[in-house]
């Protein structure tokens, strides 16, 4: 059964400093890896998503990777900015589309 | 594009009584839909997919007689909470599969207080 984990469970920085968020997958059998941005109390916003073929996504301040053979991916965050606070979700995708969420990073950017 | 919509927001009902929930894709039409349930401060679950004109696919543990499911068009899935009870509160997410980009857009949830 699939398992991703999430670290750290949450992370509080000041504002413009650069970050990392990782996320890893127990089976590495996997079709693409998404992550998600989550307000509180709101739906999820796609951020990026990653084929199992391709080895990392850019959009503008966000560049997220996948190595699937360790079954790890990290999503970067440059200069970041009190609007990034949120819930970062990693989710993998496998057969029939079904994606596999882990328990989310709370991130908080202080200004 | 590919905005997904869910009605009602937020709701209130007696222990007991059913509650339906919509899910709608807006701009695109989705053969497959999924319903997910999240409780504070925890992850997203998978409850079931939704498939247009078939019977949908529940995950392991999902009571298919509680949470009734219903994909009568390409744009339109619902979700019914029979006999909530109050351990049935939670928000209640959708997605649509966009297919020709085989990506998921969610819509902003539904939260549900059974009293």
């Known amino acids: 059964k699939q398992e991703v984990t999430q670290i750290p469970a949450a992370l509080s920085v000041p504002e413009g400093e650069n970050l990392v968020l990782n996320c890893s997958f127990t089976?590495?059998?996997?079709?693409?890896l998404q992550w998600f941005r989550q307000d509180p109390g709101k739906g999820l916003t796609s951020l990026l998503l990653i084929q199992s073929s391709q080895r990392e996504q850019t959009s503008g301040r966000l560049n997220a990777s996948l190595d699937k053979s360790s079954g790890r991916s990290t999503l970067y965050i440059a200069a970041s900015q009190p609007g990034d606070s949120a819930t970062y979700l990693c989710a993998v995708i496998q057969g029939a589309q079904k994606l596999v969420f882990g328990q989310g990073t709370r991130l908080t950017i202080n200004p | 594009g590919a905005v997904v919509s869910q009605h009602p927001s937020w709701v209130i009902c007696k222990s007991g009584t059913s509650v339906k929930i919509e899910c709608r894709s807006l701009?695109?039409?989705?053969?497959?839909m999924f319903w997910y349930r999240q409780f504070p401060k925890q992850s997203l679950m998978l409850m079931a997919t939704?498939?247009?004109?078939?019977?949908?696919?529940?995950e392991q543990g999902v009571e298919k007689d509680k949470f009734l499911i219903n994909h009568a068009s390409l744009t339109l899935s619902t979700l019914t909470v029979t006999s909530a009870h109050p351990e049935d509160s939670s928000f209640y997410i959708c997605?649509?599969?966009?297919?020709?980009?085989?990506?998921?857009?969610f819509g902003p949830g539904t939260r549900l207080t059974v009293t």
């Open positions: 701009d695109f039409q989705a053969t497959t």
């Open positions: 089976d590495s059998a996997i079709y693409n």
């Open positions: 939704s498939n247009e004109g078939s019977k949908a696919t529940y």
């Open positions: 997605s649509a599969l966009r297919g020709e980009v085989a990506e998921q857009y």
